[in-house]
């Protein structure tokens, strides 16, 4: 079989509701739009964990949080974990990132002064970084505007960097809509796109592993023109507001938080209001809008240069976004609106065109998906699995019939909001969540009560059924399949091997 490209497309907070769901009306994707009608969109699609950098771990490693234990932010990766590009290498791929892959390096064997320890914002294992774009620490796209002419500072007293201030108009206070300092030309996803296909270009006649990792629509919300105003802000639905009686709620709330969603916000997400909020969504879409634009010209340059038929496209999300649901912001949540993510794949082997697949799909499963398409083995111990036979139309006889999720809301040094309202330690501070077509079960550490939600008859998760005795039952046997999910995935690198027997 001939040996074929690898283009893997991550999004960052992208969440599924603006491709499939009722923002999807109010801008359009048609590049995003097209790749799905040439592949497989899978409908149910969901991150095993967040944030950024859990859910990249389970993203790259095809295991889930409870087996990688990269679990927060800043938290390392074993250096003994598989990921998709050390594996890749052993097909004779030479796995090229551009972007970001938010992997904190295992530290053993580093000197402490060594400045790979200095950020989170580390390459994965196996990984060959060409362009670096990292949201707290780069320095390549700032330096491509600063030689441009672009007037900023390179250091920030706020929780955002002052090259994504946006431009005043008329002397007024920076607004979310008001324009980036930067024109669409120079932004972080065209100059990221600019430089992939210069470096592709002259790759293009032999095979090649590209990891494309988009910033936006991550926060700070701010977009260039014209994506600042593609989006009327007042045709937009509002978000839905409706949220459980819950002592996670109350902690959730109970301090400023997301205070990096625009430039200066006070973290005050009860107390937003609703303008603002729209404002908000309008500009989130504004940046899906300009991704889905370039993304448009990987797809062009695909077709031009004769590659689009011998190229495996994955296009995905590390983890969804809040977008004002339950008044909350950002992916710090057991929510749908974080944990739901889009995923499409156009496998050019497949002969299967623009379906939609039901089947209940982690990302663990990509880096499995990617390996079996390059005819690499998947190791042993990934929790994933390949969704090949799905883009061929295939249905598999026991595939899962739910989806687990994990979220770490605690801090080794930093005590966070949750611990101190909950009374939890830094390693009883979690969910772990189970959900299935219908129901969704979390459960909290620490004691705190768990929820239960009917997703059939309760789509928002507005209202908990745990507490109810009506729902013992149910609560009891999520409970039970949640433990069965955990025992039979731990950790199974060296399971499958018996020595001397």
Not at 11 to 35: C, S, W, Y
Not at 113 to 137: S, W
Not at 141 to 157: I, T, V
Not at 408 to 430: I, K, M, S, Y
Request: charged letters at 25%; a negative charge; glycine letters at 8%.
């Amino acid at each position: 079989m001939e040996k074929g490209n690898v283009l893997f497309i991550t999004v960052d907070q992208m969440a599924a509701e603006v491709l499939d769901g009722p923002l999807a009306a109010h801008m359009d994707t048609p590049n995003i739009d097209r790749l799905a009608a040439s592949g497989t969109t899978f409908t149910k699609h969901f991150t095993v964990t967040v944030p950024c950098g859990p859910a990249r771990a389970s993203l790259l490693t095809g295991l889930y949080a409870m087996n990688h234990r990269a679990i927060r932010n800043g938290t390392p990766l074993a250096r003994h974990n598989a990921t998709v590009a050390t594996e890749a290498r052993k097909a004779g791929y030479e796995p090229l990132l551009f972007g970001y892959s938010d992997i904190a390096p295992d530290p053993e064997g580093i000197d402490p002064e060594d400045p790979v320890l200095n950020t989170y914002e580390g390459v994965a294992p196996g990984f060959r970084e060409l362009v670096e774009m990292r949201m707290d620490h780069g320095l390549e796209w700032p330096g491509y505007l600063r030689a441009k002419g672009y007037d900023f500072a390179l250091e920030s007293d706020g929780p955002i960097a002052d090259v994504f201030r946006p431009t005043a108009q008329s002397g007024n206070a920076p607004k979310p809509r008001d324009p980036a300092l930067y024109d669409a030309a120079d932004s972080d996803t065209a100059y990221l796109t600019d430089r992939t296909l210069t470096a592709l270009n002259i790759r293009r006649d032999a095979p090649w592993f590209a990891h494309l990792t988009y910033i936006r629509p991550h926060p700070p919300l701010v977009a260039p023109a014209p994506y600042n105003m593609m989006v009327d802000p007042k045709r937009l639905p509002a978000p839905q507001r409706d949220q459980p009686d819950h002592p996670f709620i109350d902690a959730w709330f109970s301090a400023p938080a997301s205070r990096g969603l625009y430039w200066g916000f006070d973290g005050d997400c009860a107390g937003m209001e609703d303008a603002i909020a729209a404002d908000l969504r309008a500009v989130y879409l504004g940046l899906v809008a300009e991704v889905d634009h370039h993304l448009g010209r990987v797809l062009d340059w695909l077709e031009e240069t004769g590659q689009a038929d011998r190229t495996l496209i994955v296009l995905t999300a590390d983890h969804g976004e809040m977008l004002g649901h339950k008044r909350m912001w950002g992916k710090e949540s057991v929510f749908d609106p974080a944990l739901k993510v889009p995923l499409i794949i156009r496998e050019p082997r497949a002969g299967k065109t623009g379906q939609k697949v039901a089947a209940l799909t982690e990302s663990v499963d990509v880096t499995p998906t990617i390996l079996d398409w390059i005819g690499v083995t998947v190791p042993d111990a990934m929790d994933g699995q390949s969704l090949l036979p799905l883009t061929g139309g295939e249905a598999p006889a026991r595939w899962r019939g739910a989806v687990l999720h994990e979220v770490e809301f605690g801090h080794p040094h930093n005590p966070t909001r949750f611990q101190n309202v909950l009374g939890l330690t830094t390693n009883q501070a979690h969910a772990s969540i189970l959900r299935d077509t219908r129901w969704k079960y979390v459960h909290f550490g620490g004691g705190v009560p768990p929820m239960l939600f009917d997703l059939e008859n309760d789509p928002q998760e507005a209202r908990d059924l745990a507490g109810d005795p009506a729902y013992a039952d149910t609560l009891l046997r999520m409970a039970r399949r949640l433990i069965d999910r955990m025992t039979e995935r731990r950790d199974r690198r060296l399971t499958q091997h018996s020595i001397g027997t």
